[in-house]
């Protein structure tokens, strides 16, 4: 499978028989940075706020998914979960929907805007993943540390950290160095605007944190 991230908490993946879904759609003028001119055949969102809900953004979907519940997408399970924006059960910022996606054998985690530590029984829920898409910015989600609190409970194979502070941002988010500090500086890779993801890749032995170069205009 084949992931681009768009920027914010937006990806594209592509599973190998091209089958597309992009998370968390933006509107860049109001997030302040570019959103690329995208298509795919599925969107996923994970709560109704300008930053993650752009679905106009995309060309050529045929489904939007904003609701929990299991989705078969053409041999794509998507698994959607329920969960808070906030660490107050809702009340402040209200619900968030956790993505586990399976495309070509690999187990994808989009958290969203997750505002709520990680318990015991919301990690049972998530269970074995490969790929956990993670937002470390803070303020509106969980911060690094709470971010690394759910890297170590879910021990996933690859880290993609998201949904922190980037040049022309209209809002204040902490620093990707917030959360990068936490790990040893040999599992931290900077790559490409493309990634490549194959179920025979994971060896269970250690998680890697990727940092992305972003897919711009």
């Known amino acids: 499978m084949k992931v681009e991230w768009l920027g914010h908490s937006s990806f ?3 599973e190998s ?5 992009i998370t968390d759609p933006f509107d860049a003028e109001k997030v302040g940075i ?3 001119e995208v298509s795919a055949d599925y969107v996923t969102v994970s709560h109704k706020h300008f930053d993650h809900d752009a679905v106009e953004n995309i060309k050529g979907y045929k489904a939007v998914i904003d609701m929990p519940g299991v989705h078969d997408l053409c041999g794509v399970t998507v698994y959607g979960l329920m969960s808070y924006h906030d660490h107050k059960k809702g009340a402040l910022r209200g619900r968030n929907i956790i993505y586990k996606i399976r495309m070509d054998g690999v187990e994808v985690c989009h958290l969203g805007d997750i505002g709520e530590d990680l ?5 049972e829920l998530i269970g074995s993943i490969n790929v956990l898409m993670v937002p470390v910015g803070g303020r509106y ?3 690094a540390r709470q971010a690394k609190e759910y890297v ?7 880290v993609i950290p998201m949904h922190y502070m980037a040049e022309g941002y209209h809002t204040v988010l902490d620093d990707l160095d917030d959360f990068l500090k936490l790990f040893e500086e040999e599992n931290i890779e900077y790559t490409g605007k493309v990634m490549e993801f194959d ?4 060896d269970g032995e250690r998680t890697k944190i990727i940092i992305p170069k972003r897919v711009s205009q």
């Open 199 to 202: 179920r025979t890749d994971f």
């Open 12 to 14: 594209k993946l592509t």
């Open 152 to 158: 170590d409970m879910l021990m996933p194979d690859v």
């Open 34 to 36: 570019s959103y690329p």
């Open 17 to 21: 028989t091209g089958i597309s879904l």
């Open 119 to 123: 318990s015991p029984m919301l990690a």
């Open 141 to 143: 989600t969980v911060n």
